[in-house]
C-alpha cells in the first residue's frame, strides 16, 4: 500500500519561498501519477499541480502556475512541489495524492491515497 507522507511546511514570510516533499513510507510512488491539493480554512480541497509517474508532463491550477513547480525523483522515491513568491492566501494545509491513472486528474476523488498535510502558514 502508498503511504504518503508530506514534510516541509511551516511558517513563512511573505514574498518567501519553501520546498513542500511527499514521500512514500511503504510501497514506491514511482509507477504513480502525484498531485498536490491545498486546502485554506474554511475552504474546500482545491488542485494545485499534478505530475505524472514519470516526470515527464505536469498540470497547475491557473491560480498557481506561474510560482508553483511541481518535479519528482523516483530514485528517491520522492515528489516535490517548489513554491516561490508566497502569498498570505497560499496559507492552507497541502496535501499530496497518489493516483494510478495515465491521464493527469485535477480532482480529489480521482485520487486513491492520501498524506496526512502539511501546515503553510504566510504571513505578511
Known amino acids: 500500500q502508498v503511504q504518503l507522507v508530506e514534510s516541509g511546511g511551516g511558517l513563512v514570510q511573505a514574498g518567501g519561498s519553501l520546498r513542500l516533499s511527499c514521500a512514500s513510507s511503504?510501497?514506491?510512488?514511482?509507477?504513480?501519477?502525484i498531485g498536490w491539493f491545498r486546502q485554506a480554512p474554511g475552504k474546500e480541497r482545491e488542485f494545485a499541480a499534478a505530475?505524472?509517474?514519470?516526470?515527464?508532463?505536469?498540470l497547475y491550477a491557473d491560480s498557481v502556475k506561474d510560482r508553483f513547480t511541481i518535479s519528482r525523483d523516483n530514485a528517491k522515491n520522492t515528489v516535490y512541489l517548489q513554491i516561490k513568491s508566497l502569498k498570505p492566501e497560499d496559507t492552507a494545509v497541502y496535501y499530496c495524492?497518489?493516483?494510478?491513472?495515465?491521464?493527469?486528474?485535477?480532482?480529489?476523488?480521482?485520487?486513491?491515497?492520501w498524506g496526512q498535510g502539511a501546515q503553510v502558514t504566510v504571513f505578511s
Open positions: 495524492a497518489a493516483n494510478g491513472a495515465t491521464t493527469l486528474m485535477l480532482t480529489p476523488r480521482a485520487y486513491d491515497y
Open positions: 511503504g510501497r514506491t510512488i514511482s509507477g504513480y501519477a
Open positions: 505530475i505524472d509517474w514519470r516526470g515527464r508532463n505536469s
